[in-house]
């Protein structure tokens, strides 16, 4: 007979909130509140009540017929009694036997960030994110490697519903992130789960009567932009301007002559000897003018920034003392988050209600983010053995001036890809606009390189400004509903319908722009949404049961669910009557053919899938456990549609064994192994099978000659393989789990390798068949992830009060491509601006492996050339590429492996000191190992690439037949082969860093002082985030994100992660 | 998901689409812009007639156009690649055509069909024909072949000349005279498009006739008579596109959803930073060379100097280099072909109805591209924002048709097999026609005083040509100033066999005035004349083809 048990989880500090209580030996089992209360529904004839929450001691109690048990925890538990969440079902980390991380909610939320993503930087060994400091930006999570050449996002679930982003959760609103690395803990999700699945749960009320209890969540900081990259000053770069031909004269062997300056930056600088600043860049068409030949006044009234009235006429005056055009388009930037909780229930009904809400702006001036969430979580008891329940997730998030891709959003895609760091953005522009160039005119209109002589640059500041009534926002609903019935006390059935309706909508205004001297002079005005809807049906039946010293566990269920499918529609038009953004709208640009307009549907991939997991454990000792999934795939032709992935995996308790016994200072130590296979069609395309032919207005033609109209095109657009099968991974994974000392220190040690096979890649087509169809996607290709995770945690007390825990998380990554196709040697991607691509993708080499020649140093003198493999455009002062095959020339075939940007090692050090109400927290974050190429140097670092733009600091140090101890080559005005046109290796840097990722000073209010408030907690907190960085990285910032997975580390406007500081408060009554 | 399966397209109006998709492919769009049948910068700026412009390291992509005037190109080259797989891209969409027609349904008539395959196979000729000049020896993939069908396995040992024929002689056959549709391919750009071809391989015996029926006969596909238009520039102006002298053209359009349906190719071909008072404001690509200018200096008779005298001394085009633009300039005075300032843009002359060009201030880095700038597929100041598309980054793209073949060209083609059969005096006739156009006075450029905005002279070959030679020495100059800037000089100079004097020559002159875009370079005989194959696709067949000698 089940009868109702209450009571009160405390600890040290007070209630201990998400604590979790169960009824030993079976699956019934509840959380604390807010508060650390407790209600649950207990049988049997001795019940026992195993109580554990992170950061506490695991306990078990006898309710013996007591009606109330408070239960006070102790501190310092071992996190390896921790329940874990998998998704489909609950574990006690004891019996874990695969690969599984958990992060704690307090952890994630002491990080700033907008997204769950970012925040899980650093946090568990073996997972790599990559990201920038963009709010709204889509970040890479990789868990243990590269598995694919695309589409290696986790699988994320959450409350059992399995989506592709997490964008739109509230951070306050997580109780529990688990991490499955393996198979062994993973295949349970089958074909998703290759690449690591991320679980993630929201809180839940309690199922007690009880008064509404009420928490307070905030946060509020300020972001600091920090500096931009060393730019020369406008007398520097005049000056260097100057050395530059003087450069082109001494490789010509030449001698400086009277008219040797003439014509250099469009007569800027006169041309004379000495470059000489003029008073004004451009008045009307004159440029280089000086302040006494203009009579401002008078030219006010020629002035004209609008088209329609005539020739622009712009008067530009120089900022002699140089403008910071990083300063000009940043801002430090404000940032908050509020979240409300309420949570409840009575003896049949629990509820967790959450309002939640974060602006944050971006350093970048109109890079805006908001979010608003209201989470409904609610569960009834129907009968005693039947529950209902549902999850709900109302979202809007808005995400305005973003600069480069970012990825994309729910549902219309597989490959969470951002780009900023590869784009060249106005973060690139900032540091290509001339300082001279005032942002602001003479009358207040946009300054720019109208003014001639400083080349193509467009000004930022204008950009910025113009962008900001950008509107994009998503509106997102995701949950699920939910039925549970106890057949038995050990069975319990499940129904649960899930999914996820989203929509976009976004906007862009484009001004026709005057100032620059590349403008588009057309106003366009863009408009697109799309909105869609992704499913899951899950049942499954759970079966736990004790029998003696035998322990089985069983799960079974089967999956039905739709990956998203929706529409979508855009347009766009040009010149409106008025700019005004009130009166704008796709039905007031110009009539006629500048309007257009497109509209597109996709259909989302269907999933059906049957699974089962049991899991056997003998005496506490010896666990064994098996999973098999069987998944099948709209994405695959009839044959190969379905693909099964089964996983085994076994550990033993060595700490429960007699001869253990007398080592007192082992408290708990588990060895654990596993083997299996996990499945990935994330590359592919919902249409892979079919051979496909398209149309659009890019492939019609004017057959008429009317010059303004196209007739529709029809041309292969996809040669389709109905005989694509399923991407296998097979993890391996050796692990142990230990607590020593009292369970002062813990460690979890894991030793891995993944090998996928049957790797999708859209094989090359030869040029023949006719490349603008979209190539077949063949299972040809295979990599292999290996490397070691571990995490040890040690904590006790310095003196008295003081305590401390000390956790090191480090993951050591080894990515290789082990084959790609028999006809593919290789593939390449592109930097920006260069002859030859920068990354190369060939086995045996890390994924995205950066190429080209390697520098061996600069010719020092004519001898030196002549003497050297032949090189072409060598000369001296230029490159010296390093002769690798020896056959006394320097070719494409002297180009070579340059470094890989997949770190070797990441981890984190996170220290936290507490002293009665007080606690301290600091984590600092390594990566190490790995290189970026620092493609930004080709716009900064070389006069030739765009002549009079802004140039770097580093140029000081170029060479010159009287400064030949230097690196950074000759500063002149010739592109080649030994200049700049080539991917080498002086852009390719160390990307190592070391960053503090912050420090946080909190303090909790004493029970005693909370009492007379009526509150039930009390918190205070000071953080600042990323206080420094180490690094030899030259560039803005070492966190360069890219398109993984093929092409990434490679920075041209990298959105850099800089300096904030926070102040927090919490509450609850 | 907007997508189509194949067994959807077999009705007139599907064949129809896939055919139109073949026509896209002439102007190389989704390739590089090297790729276009227009070959500004292989058969302009590798003939010598225009540097790469713009500044030393801007490239036009993830490429470099200056390894084309300097003839570094390596197989690595991705333009090279893109030439290729724009071409075969345009053969695969031909061939689909030809696949899919034998299945046609019964709405498709037999004259249809007919049609249908003609039209496929002209377009199937001319990819063939550009890879061939552009190649050499590449494989030749018909409409029975393709992918999963043993299309990877087919070499580049066969010279597909006789194929091209083939397919110009089916196209000739069938097609007919006129079409509705402007932009079709007609039976007299087969012919004419034939002859080009017997040509190229000095067949002259086999050209003449043809080019005999399209000059007595020819039509456009609009039914115009074929004809030189009245005024020259005409043949560069969106709002005159299709006159009764294009035999041949890349149809572009503007505001059509997408500008690659406009003269995409040209996007960078404006001087730079000119505000409003100028087209389109960027990026000073294709600045003309020196030596082309200088090639417009007649002697007072109004003839040009064959003997290449008019690079040296004050022969040469009086120009701006090294001139602010607040300083003085007086252009040359002395006398030139009035075809110069239709072709170039210079200092002190109106540039089209813009403004006078005012020299340095319009040119983006005057010390690597020169003082000059492109003017030929320019669009007017009254046609900007009707026959230009202003929904991408630049105002750049234009609704002027490029013509792959114009009457112009086919009379000096003409010329070129009447000399070789020995009829001179009917070459002479021919060139002259040419002159007698271009000495319309009513179009020269005019200052706005409506005067003569330079000394410019020209006049007919009046006496017989002494020679052969002499013959030949006028007709391949007079294809020089009529056709300049428009993509042929770098593959005549190889057809008749003198690429490397001539290109040495002008590297040795052009390098002097040029040093940091030209000093260094060299034309190897034996090797320039011909592209490597890609480096890429003799990876991607597995060394099924034979590379080029000297690469």
Redesign the interface.
């Known amino acids: 007979q089940d009868r109702r048990l209450t009571g009160k989880i405390t600890g040290v500090d007070g209630p201990v909130p998400g604590a979790n209580v169960v009824l030993k030996g079976t699956q019934t089992g509840t959380a604390t509140d807010a508060d650390g209360n407790y209600a649950l529904n207990i049988r049997g004839a001795s019940p026992v009540l195993v109580i554990s929450a992170i950061g506490f001691k695991t306990l078990e109690v006898a309710v013996g017929n007591r009606t109330s048990v408070d239960v006070k925890l102790e501190d310092d538990a071992t996190a390896l009694s921790e329940v874990v969440v998998t998704g489909y079902s609950t574990e006690n980390r004891r019996d874990v036997t695969g690969a599984v991380s958990t992060v704690k909610p307090a952890q994630l939320k002491v990080v700033p960030s907008t997204n769950v993503e970012q925040q899980l930087q650093g946090r568990v060994a073996g997972v790599t994110v990559i990201t920038n400091g963009q709010p709204g930006t889509t970040s890479q999570v990789r868990v243990r490697g590269f598995g694919s050449f695309g589409g290696n996002q986790p699988l994320y679930v959450v409350d059992g519903v399995p989506t592709q982003s997490i964008q739109y959760i509230a951070p306050d609103d997580i109780e529990s992130t688990t991490v499955l690395k393996d198979a062994a803990s993973a295949s349970v999700y089958g074909a998703r789960a290759a690449s690591g699945v991320i679980v993630l749960t929201t809180k839940k009320g309690q199922r007690r009567a009880q008064k509404l209890s009420i928490s307070y969540d905030g946060l509020y900081g300020v972001t600091d932009p920090g500096h931009g990259q060393k730019i020369l000053t406008p007398q520097e770069q005049a000056d260097w301007t100057w050395q530059a031909r003087k450069n082109?004269i001494f490789q010509?062997g030449g001698t400086v002559g009277p008219?040797s300056f003439?014509?250099?930056a469009?007569?800027q600088y006169g041309?004379g000897q000495t470059p000489v600043l003029p008073d004004y860049l451009l008045v009307g068409?004159?440029?280089?003018v000086s302040a006494s030949a203009v009579n401002l006044e008078a030219e006010r009234a020629k002035y004209n920034i609008n088209?329609a009235n005539g020739?622009?006429y712009?008067v530009i005056p120089a900022n002699k003392a140089g403008t910071d055009w990083y300063g000009a388009i940043t801002r430090v930037a404000p940032l908050m988050r509020h979240t409300l909780g309420f949570s409840g229930g009575t003896e049949s009904s629990r509820f967790y209600l959450s309002l939640g809400m974060q602006k944050q702006a971006g350093i970048i001036t109109y890079n805006d983010f908001s979010r608003y969430t209201l989470r409904v979580n609610t569960e009834f008891d129907i009968t005693k053995k039947l529950r209902f329940g549902e999850n709900v997730q109302l979202a809007y998030v808005s995400a305005t001036g973003l600069q480069g891709s970012t990825g994309s959003t729910l549902g219309n895609g597989t490959n969470n890809n951002s780009s900023v760091a590869a784009d060249e953005n106005d973060i690139l522009l900032a540091f290509r606009q001339a300082p001279i160039i005032p942002v602001y005119n003479a009358f207040g209109g946009y300054a720019g390189?109208?003014a001639?002589g400083f080349?193509?640059a467009r000004n930022p500041v204008a950009n910025r400004i113009g962008a900001k009534d950008n509107i994009n926002y998503n509106l997102i609903a995701f949950g699920n509903a939910y039925l549970e019935y106890d057949v038995i006390p050990a069975l319990t059935l499940r129904s649960s319908l899930g999914g996820t309706y989203f929509s976009n909508y976004n906007n862009a205004y484009n001004r026709s722009q005057?100032e620059n001297?590349?403008?588009?002079?057309?106003y366009?005005y863009n408009e697109s949404s799309n909105v869609g809807l992704a499913w899951t049906f899950t049942n499954t039946a759970q079966y736990k049961q004790k029998f003696g010293i035998h322990d089985v566990s069983v799960l079974a269920g089967i999956e039905a669910l739709n990956t998203g499918s929706g529409r979508g529609i855009s347009g766009?038009g040009?010149?409106p009557f008025t700019t005004d953004p009130n009166y704008v709208t796709i039905g007031t640009t110009t009539p006629?053919?500048?309007r257009?307009v497109?509209s597109?549907?996709?259909?989302g991939n269907n999933f059906y899938s049957l699974f089962a997991q049991a899991r056997y454990t003998f005496n506490d000792k010896y666990i064994l456990t098996g999973v098999v999934r069987r998944d099948g795939s709209s994405q695959f032709g009839s044959q190969n549609r379905y693909g099964v992935f089964p996983a085994v995996s076994a550990a033993w308790r060595l700490s429960s064994e007699d001869f253990m016994k007398n080592l007192p200072w082992v408290s708990d130590l588990k060895v654990r192994g596993g083997y299996g296979l996990m499945g990935n069609s994330n590359y592919l395309s919902?249409?892979n099978q079919?051979?496909?032919?398209?149309?659009?207005?890019?492939?019609?033609?004017?057959?008429?000659?009317?010059?303004?109209?196209?007739?529709?095109?029809?041309?292969?657009?996809?040669?389709g393989n109905a005989a694509a099968k399923w991407e296998t991974s097979i993890t391996s994974n050796v692990g142990i789990d230990g607590a020593f000392f009292n369970n002062k220190l813990e460690v979890v040690l894991d030793f891995w390798q993944k090998d996928t096979k049957d790797l999708l890649y859209p094989l090359?087509?030869?040029?023949?068949?006719?490349?603008?169809?979209n190539a077949p996607y063949v299972n040809v290709a295979s990599m292999r992830n290996k490397g070691i995770d571990l995490l040890i945690t040690t904590r006790g007390n310095v003196v008295g009060d003081l305590g401390y825990e000390v956790t090191a998380v480090g993951s050591i990554l080894d990515n290789k491509i082990t084959a790609i196709a028999p006809?593919?040697?290789y593939f390449t991607a592109?930097?920006?601006?260069?002859?030859?691509?920068v990354v190369r993708n060939q086995p045996g080499h890390d994924l995205s492996s950066f190429y080209g020649y390697n520098v061996i140093g600069l010719f020092n003198s004519k001898a030196e050339v002549d003497g050297a493999p032949t090189q072409?455009?060598a000369a001296p002062g230029r490159f010296r590429y390093q002769d690798i095959n020896g056959d006394g020339k320097i070719?494409?075939a002297d180009r070579t492996f340059l470094g890989s940007p997949i770190p070797k090692f990441t981890g984190s050090l996170t220290l936290t000191l507490k002293y009665k109400g007080f606690d301290l927290n600091t984590q600092v974050y390594a990566s190490l190992g790995n290189k970026i190429f620092n493609n930004s140097k080709?716009y900064t670092d070389?006069y030739?690439?765009?002549?009079g733009a802004a140039v770097s600091q580093r140029v000081k140090d170029s060479w010159l037949p009287t400064h030949t101890d230097t690196k950074v080559p000759i500063f002149e005005?010739?592109?080649?082969?030994s200049t700049?046109?080539e991917s080498n290796s002086y852009y390719v840097e160390n990307g190592s860093y070391g960053r503090m990722q912050y420090l946080t000073l909190g303090y909790t209010f004493p029970a005693s002082v909370l009492n007379r408030a009526n509150l039930s907690r009390l918190r205070l907190s000071l953080s600042a985030t990323n206080l420094f960085t180490i690094t030899k990285y030259s560039g803005l910032d070492p966190a360069v994100g890219g398109s993984a997975d093929q092409n990434f580390g490679i920075d041209i406007g990298n959105y850099p992660v800089t300096r904030g500081y926070n102040v927090g408060l919490s509450f609850g009554f | 998901t907007g997508q189509l399966a194949s067994n959807q397209l077999t009705s007139k109006a599907g064949l129809e689409g896939i055919l139109l998709s073949s026509y896209a492919q002439l102007n190389g769009r989704g390739f590089s812009r090297a790729t276009s049948s227009y070959n500004w910068v292989r058969g302009s700026v590798s003939g010598g007639e225009a540097n790469k412009g713009s500044n030393s390291g801007d490239g036009g992509g993830n490429t470099n156009f200056s390894t084309f005037q300097r003839y570094e190109i390596l197989p690595t080259n991705g333009d090279i690649n893109d030439k290729w797989r724009g071409m075969y891209e345009g053969i695969s969409r031909a061939n689909a055509v030809l696949r899919t027609l034998p299945s046609a349904s019964a709405d498709v008539s037999d004259a249809d069909k007919k049609r249908l395959a003609a039209e496929a196979r002209f377009l199937r000729g001319h990819y063939y024909f550009e890879l061939k000049r552009s190649f050499n020896m590449v494989p030749y993939i018909d409409e029975t072949l393709d992918y999963g069908t043993g299309i990877e396995l087919v070499k580049n040992d066969v010279d597909i000349w006789p194929k091209i024929e083939e397919d110009f002689k089916f196209a000739q056959d069938n097609l007919p005279e006129t079409q509705g549709a402007a932009g079709r391919a007609n039976k007299w750009a087969a012919t004419a498009y034939l002859a080009k071809t017997y040509l190229y391989q000095k067949k002259y015996t086999a050209a003449k006739p043809l080019f005999d029926q399209v000059i007595a006969n020819g039509k456009t596909t609009n039914g115009k008579k074929y004809g030189l238009v009245a005024n020259y520039t005409d043949v560069f102006n969106a709002a005159k596109d299709n006159s009764e002298e294009s035999v041949f053209a890349i149809q572009a359009a503007v505001n059509t959803g997408d500008v690659a349906n406009s003269a995409q190719e040209l996007d960078l071909n404006f001087p730079y930073n000119t505000g409003s008072n100028g087209p389109a404001g960027c990026c000073g690509f294709f600045a003309p060379s020196f030596e082309l200018a200088n090639s417009f200096r007649v002697n007072a008779n109004g003839l040009p100097l064959l003997d290449g005298s008019y690079n040296s001394g004050a022969n040469q085009l009086k120009n701006d280099q090294g001139i602010d633009s607040k300083a003085a300039f007086t252009p040359d005075a002395g006398p030139v072909d009035p075809r110069l300032d239709w072709s170039i843009g210079r200092r002190g002359i109106p540039y089209l109805d813009w403004m006078v060009h005012p020299g340095l201030d319009w040119i983006r880095d005057q010390s690597y591209a020169g003082p000059f700038s492109p003017k030929k597929f320019v669009f007017y100041r009254s046609q900007d924002k009707s026959l230009t598309d202003g929904s991408s980054w630049t105002d750049g793209y234009s609704a002027i048709n490029y013509n792959i073949i114009r009457y112009a060209d086919v009379l000096l083609m003409a010329a070129e097999a009447e000399i070789e059969a020995g009829s001179l005096e009917v070459a002479r006739g021919y060139i002259n026609q040419v002159r007698t156009r271009a000495a319309n006075a009513d179009a020269w450029v005019k200052t706005s005083d409506g005067k003569n905005a330079a000394n410019y002279v020209i006049s007919n070959y009046t006496t017989p040509f002494a020679s052969k030679d002499d013959a030949l020495a006028a007709v391949r100059f007079e294809r020089k100033l009529e056709l300049s800037g428009e993509g042929h000089r770098f593959y005549d100079l190889v057809r008749w066999g003198i690429a490397a004097p001539v290109l040495n020559a002008f590297l040795s002159y052009e390098s002097q005035k040029l040093p940091l875009g030209y000093s260094g370079a060299k034309f190897t005989a034996g090797k320039d004349e011909y592209f490597p194959i890609p480096q890429v696709q003799m990876d991607l067949q597995k060394g099924i083809f034979k590379q080029n000698p000297g690469y």
Not at chain 1, 285 to 288: A, D, F, K, L, P
Not at chain 1, 764 to 773: H, M, T
Not at chain 1, 830 to 837: D, I, K, M, T, V
């Open positions: 082109d010509a008219t003439t014509g250099i469009n007569g041309s068409n004159q440029t280089g088209p020739a622009i712009n390189t109208a001639s080349n193509n005057y001297s590349e403008n588009n002079t057309n366009v766009s040009l010149n006629g053919a500048t257009s497109n597109y549907y996709g259909k919902s249409t079919y051979n496909l032919f398209g149309s659009n207005a890019g492939n019609s033609y004017d057959i008429t000659g009317a010059n303004t109209s196209v007739q529709a095109g029809y041309y292969r657009s996809q040669i090359a087509l030869p040029g023949v068949v006719g490349v603008r169809a006809s593919v040697p592109n930097g920006q601006r260069l002859s030859s691509p072409p455009g070719d494409d080709w070389f030739p690439s765009f002549p005005n010739t592109s080649n082969f700049n046109t």
